[in-house]
C-alpha cells in the first residue's frame, strides 16, 4: 500500500519543493518574558499561523500533490473529527479535486464549517471508531478515491517533516527541539529531518499524561494502547501509529509526560504574553519545556506550536 | 509647559530615531479570509506586539528619552488605570530613572501587575478623576518629577505617530487608514505622519459609539464631553485632548462610530482567523472598516491594531 514505508530525509526535502507555493512558511517568535520564565532560549515555530490554523495543511497537501493525474481524479478520503480533514479539504481544493471525509455526528460545529469551506464533503457517520472506519471503506468503494491517513502514511509525514526543516533554516544552532506526540506523524517527520541536518540536536517528544502510550511504548520498546484517554489536548488523544513507533525508536531522543494543569498553563502564558491563540495541543511542547526545566535550562530550543484552533465559547478557563 | 505645542512631522521622524532601539518594528499581517470578508485589502498593524502589548510604549519611551539628564534624574509620573502606566513605568526603567503611576484602587490587579514588574512605584487613590489628579499633584510636588500625560503632550504624540510612519515605509500604496480615537495622541500622530508622506491618504479615526466625544466634536466644529460612558472598548473611554483636538480638526478627514456589538464580533475574527489576541479597544478600527464598507471597499487600508492586554478570565463573550 502507498505511503507505508518510513521516509527518507530526501522525501522531506522533495515535500518541501512541492507544497512551497500552497502553504505558508510560518515565522518563528521570541519572547523575553517567556524566555525568562523557562530559563531557556525559546524559538517558537508557528504552525498555528499555518493554513488551516495548523500544521496538518502540510501533510494533506505533500498527499495530495503526490497523487498521479490519474489516481488525483478520483478524490482522496479520509475519516477525522479534527484538523486532518479541513487540511485535506484545502488541499484538494488546491488541485481541484473532491474531497470525502467521513466525520463523527458528534464533531464540533467549528470543524464542520471549516471542512465545508474549502468545499470538503462531508459524509456523517456514528461517533464511534468502527463506524468511521466503515463510513470511510463505504466511501473508497463507491469513489475509487485515494485514502490519506492523518499519520500512518510516508507523505504524510513528510509533509509534516518540512516544520522542522524549515525552523532549522531559520534558526542557527539549535541544541534541542520539543515536539508534541499523538499519532505520531509531525514528531516522525521531524525527526528525521532534523537529525539528518544536524545528528547533535536533542529530539525531545512531549506527550500529555492523559493519552501517554507513546511514553509507554517508547520505555519498553513495544507499541502500547491506550486503555482510556482524558486530556484537554484534543488533537493528541490518537494512539501512535506503526509506521510512525519504528522511526521514533530510531531518532528521537526521549519523550516525556506532562498534565492538563500545565497545558492549560502554557496556554494561558502563551496568549497573554506572545499574544497568539495557541490550542491546548498547540502548546504541549512549551508546556514540556516548563515541566522538564533541566533538559532545556540554557539551550536553544525549538518549541513547535501546531495549532490555534479553538473554540472561544469553550476555553479551559 | 513642556509638549503643549502640536508636534511637526519632523518631531515624528526624530522619535522613530530615538526610540528605535526600545521598541519593537511590529509586523503587518493580512488574512485572505479577513480581505474577503471586509471586501477590501487589509493590512494589519500588529502594536499588540509592541513591548508592553500596546502602541502606549512608543509614546512614552518618547517622552522619557527626550528629558536631558537634569531633568531625567527627577524621574517621570502619570496618572493611569490602563496601558500608559505600563508603558511609561518600562520606558523609565529603560533610562534607569524611577517611574511614580498614580493609580485608583479599582485598577484591576493585571495592570498594577504590570507596573509593578517593570519597576514603577504605584501611588494608590481613590476612583475618581479629581483624586487622580490631586494624586499626582502630590507626588510631583514631592519629587520634581516630570509629568507625562498619556495623550495632551507633543512627545507623547510624535512617539505615536511613528507607529504609521513604519506602516507606510512597510506597505507601499495605501489609499486609506482606520485609527482608533479615545483622548486623541495616536490619531493625532497619525494623521500628522499619514498626511506629510502622502497627502492623498485618507485618515479615518473610529470610536466606539458608547464615547463618542470625538465624533460629535468633529461634526460640531468645537471640542464636547462625554456626559457619561458605555462602552467595552476600556482604552477609548477618554475624552478628546484640546491639543489633540486642534490636530486632528486639521488633518484627519472623518471619524466614524461602532457598537459594542461589532467590536466584539471583529474581537472573535481576529482572535479566530488570525489566531492574534487583541483587546477590544484593540480591534476598534477592524470594526470600523466592517462597520462601514463603502468607504474600505476595493481599498488597500491600513488598520491598526492598538493593543492585546486582555484579562482571559473576564472575556466579553
Redesign the interface.
Known sequence: MTGQIAPQYQDIEAALARIAGGVHQT?VMQSHLLNEHAGAEVFFKCE??QRV?AFKARGALNAVLSLSDEEAARGVATHSSGNHGAALAMAASQRGIPAHIVMPSNAPQVKKDAVAAYGGLIIECEPTQQARAAGLELVLEHTGANAVHPFMDSRVIAGQGTVAMELLQQVAELDVIAVPVGGGGLLAGTAIAAKHINPKIEVIAVEPEGADDAFRSFGLGELQGNASVNTIADGLRTSLGELNFDIIRKHVDTIVTVPDALIIEAM?LM??RT????EPSGVVSFAGVLEHPERFRGRRAGVVITG?N?D??A?P?
Not at 275 to 278: A, C
Open positions: 515565522p498555528h499561523l490554523g494561558k496568549w497573554t499574544k497568539q491563540v495557541v490555534g479553538v472561544l465559547d476555553l478557563w
